[in-house]
T-cell receptor, first 117, second 116 residues
Framework: AQKITQTQPGMFVQEKEAVTLDCTYD???????LFWYKQPSSGEMIFLIY??????QNATEGRYSLNFQKARKSANLVISASQLGDSAMYFC??????????????FGPGTSLSVIP | DGGITQSPKYLFRKEGQNVTLSCEQN?????MYWYRQDPGQGLRLIYY???????QKGDIAEGYSVSREKKESFPLTVTSAQKNPTAFYLC???????????????FGPGTRLTVL
C-alpha cells in the first residue's frame, strides 16, 4: 500500500534560520505527484509547493523549496529564513493514479513546527 | 469568489444519530474528497469522487456514506455505525491532472463534529 512517512512529530527553529522537514514515500507508480501543505491552528489547509515525479529540477516557491531525491523516495521541505508565522503543522501528501482519470491523494502524519523568536 | 464551503462549522450530535456534512464547490473541479483529522494527527481519506454518480472508498470508509448527484456537491453522512465519529472533517476538490501541470487540492474550512 502507498504510504507517506514524516518522522519528525515536532521541530523547533530559531527565527530567520532555515529548517528541513522530512518526508519519505512509498509507491510502485512511475507517475505521481508530491505536495506540501501548511495547517495553522485555525485548521485551514494552505498549499505550499508541488513536485512531479518526472520533474528533473527541485521545485521552489518563494521561501519554500523541495529537496526531491527520487531514488531515495524522499521529498523534504526546506523553509528558509523562518518567520514566526511559519509556526504550524506541515503535511506531506502524494497523488497517485488509481485508474485512468481517477486519482487519490494521501497524507502523512504531519510535523509540528514551532518558530522561536 | 471561487472556493469550497462546508457547513456547519461546528456540529453536535447525540450518539446513535446520523448526521450529514455539507460540501459545495464552485471551482468547476471534477474531483472531490473527504478527509477525517483527529487531534494532532494527519488527514485520512474517507471517500473520493472523480465524476458525478461515482465515488470510491478511501482508507477509512466504514461508518460513512456519500453521494455525488451534482458536480458541485459532495455531502458526507456520518452514520451511527461509525464507532468514534468525533473529529475534524475536511472536504477538498481539485482539477484534472495532466503532464506538466500541478493540481493541488483546495480545501474547505472544515466541520468539527462532536458526539455527545
Amino acid at each position: 500500500a502507498q504510504k507517506i512517512t514524516q518522522t519528525q512529530p515536532g521541530m523547533f527553529v530559531q527565527e530567520k534560520e532555515a529548517v528541513t522537514l522530512d518526508c519519505t514515500y512509498d509507491t510502485s507508480d512511475q507517475s505521481y505527484g508530491l505536495f506540501w501543505y501548511k495547517q495553522p491552528s485555525s485548521g485551514e489547509m494552505i498549499f505550499l509547493i508541488y513536485q512531479g515525479s518526472y520533474d528533473e529540477q527541485n521545485a521552489t516557491e518563494g521561501r519554500y523549496s523541495l529537496n526531491f531525491q527520487k531514488a531515495r523516495k524522499s521529498a523534504n521541505l526546506v523553509i528558509s529564513a523562518s518567520q514566526l508565522g511559519d509556526s504550524a503543522m506541515y503535511f506531506c501528501a502524494m497523488r497517485e493514479v488509481v485508474r485512468t482519470s481517477y486519482d487519490k491523494v494521501i497524507f502523512g502524519p504531519g510535523t509540528s513546527l514551532s518558530v522561536i523568536p | 469568489d471561487g472556493g469550497i464551503t462546508q457547513s456547519p462549522k461546528y456540529l453536535f450530535r447525540k450518539e446513535g444519530q446520523n448526521v450529514t456534512l455539507s460540501c459545495e464547490q464552485n471551482l468547476n473541479h471534477d474531483a472531490m474528497y473527504w478527509y477525517r483529522q483527529d487531534p494532532g494527527q494527519g488527514l485520512r481519506l474517507i471517500y473520493y469522487s472523480q465524476i458525478v454518480n461515482d465515488f470510491q472508498k478511501g482508507d477509512i470508509a466504514e461508518g460513512y456514506s456519500v453521494s455525488r448527484e451534482k458536480k458541485e456537491s459532495f455531502p458526507l453522512t456520518v452514520t451511527s455505525a461509525q464507532k468514534n465519529p468525533t473529529a475534524f472533517y475536511l472536504c477538498a476538490s481539485k482539477g484534472a491532472w495532466y503532464e506538466g501541470s500541478y493540481d493541488e487540492q483546495f480545501f474547505g474550512p472544515g466541520t468539527r463534529l462532536t458526539v455527545l
